[in-house]
C-alpha cells in the first residue's frame, strides 16, 4: 500500500502561561509524532517552531517523521508573550519555501494557550489574507487548537475555516494532538481539506473533564 506523502508543520506557543501544561504539551507532541512514526497510511515530514516573546525558533525543519526530534524540558521552556500573528506569519514563509515531494499535501497546526498580544509585523488582517489565500489557492489543512482560551474568536478573525479549530482544556491535549493526527490522514489520503474538519466525536473528546 502506498503511503500520502504529508509535510506538516506544527507552531507550538511557549510563551509563560504554558508552564501549567508543560509536560502534557512535551507529552502530546512526542505521542503525535510518534502516531506518525507508525501510520500505515502517511508518509510524513514535519517542521517544528516554537515562539514567545523573545524569540520564533524553528526547532526542526522538514525532518522525516521517523527521524524527528523529541520535545523536552530543555528545549521546551515556556517564557514570556504572545506574538501569535508575528509567529504564523514566520512560519507561513517557511513553509512556503520547503521543496514537496509529488503529490505532498501540506498541513499547518497552530497550538496556543492565549491571545495574542505581543506581534509587531502582522496585524488579524494580514494574517487572515495570508491563511485564506494557502487555504483557498493552495489546498493547506490550517487546524487552530485553543488550549483553554476561545478558538472560536481566535481561530475566525485569522481566517481559519470552520470545523478546523478546536477548543481544549490544557489536560487533554494528548487526545487533541491524536485527533490532528487523525484530521491529517483524512487530508493527505483524499486531498480534501474538508475531510480535515475535525468531528464532533473529536470537538467533545477534547472538552472533558
Given amino acids: 500500500m502506498n503511503k500520502s506523502p504529508l509535510f506538516a508543520h506544527i507552531l507550538l506557543d511557549r510563551s509563560g502561561s504554558m508552564e501549567s501544561c508543560r509536560d502534557t504539551a512535551i507529552d502530546a507532541f512526542n505521542e503525535y509524532v510518534m502516531g506518525l512514526r507508525r501510520s500505515d497510511t502517511v508518509d510524513a515530514r514535519l517542521s517544528l517552531t516554537i515562539f514567545d516573546s523573545e524569540s520564533i525558533d524553528a526547532l526542526a525543519q522538514a525532518e522525516p517523521a521517523k527521524s524527528f526530534l523529541e520535545l523536552s524540558r530543555q528545549n521546551f521552556i515556556p517564557r514570556a508573550s504572545t506574538p501569535l500573528l508575528d509567529a504564523i506569519g514566520k512560519v507561513v514563509a517557511d513553509i512556503d519555501r520547503v521543496e514537496l515531494r509529488d503529490g505532498e499535501k501540506i498541513a499547518l497546526v497552530i497550538l496556543t494557550d492565549g491571545h495574542e498580544n505581543a506581534s509587531r509585523e502582522?496585524?488579524?488582517?494580514?494574517?487572515?489574507?495570508?491563511?485564506?489565500?494557502?487555504?483557498?489557492?493552495?489546498?493547506?489543512?490550517?487546524?487552530?487548537?485553543?488550549?483553554?482560551?476561545?478558538?472560536?474568536?481566535?481561530?475566525?478573525?485569522?481566517?481559519?475555516?470552520?470545523?478546523?479549530?478546536?477548543?481544549?482544556?490544557?489536560?487533554?491535549?494528548?487526545?487533541?494532538?491524536?485527533?490532528?493526527?487523525?484530521?491529517?490522514?483524512?487530508?493527505?489520503?483524499?486531498?480534501d481539506i474538508d475531510k480535515g474538519d475535525f468531528t464532533a466525536e473529536e470537538q467533545k473528546d477534547v472538552q472533558r473533564d
Fill in 122 to 191: 502582522h496585524t488579524r488582517e494580514s494574517i487572515k489574507k495570508l491563511l485564506e489565500d494557502r487555504q483557498d489557492n493552495k489546498g493547506w489543512l490550517v487546524v487552530f487548537l485553543g488550549a483553554d482560551v476561545d478558538a472560536f474568536d481566535e481561530a475566525g478573525a485569522i481566517g481559519i475555516k470552520s470545523g478546523k479549530y478546536m477548543y481544549l482544556k490544557k489536560k487533554r491535549l494528548l487526545a487533541a494532538m491524536q485527533h490532528v493526527s487523525a484530521s491529517q490522514a483524512r487530508y493527505s489520503e483524499t486531498g
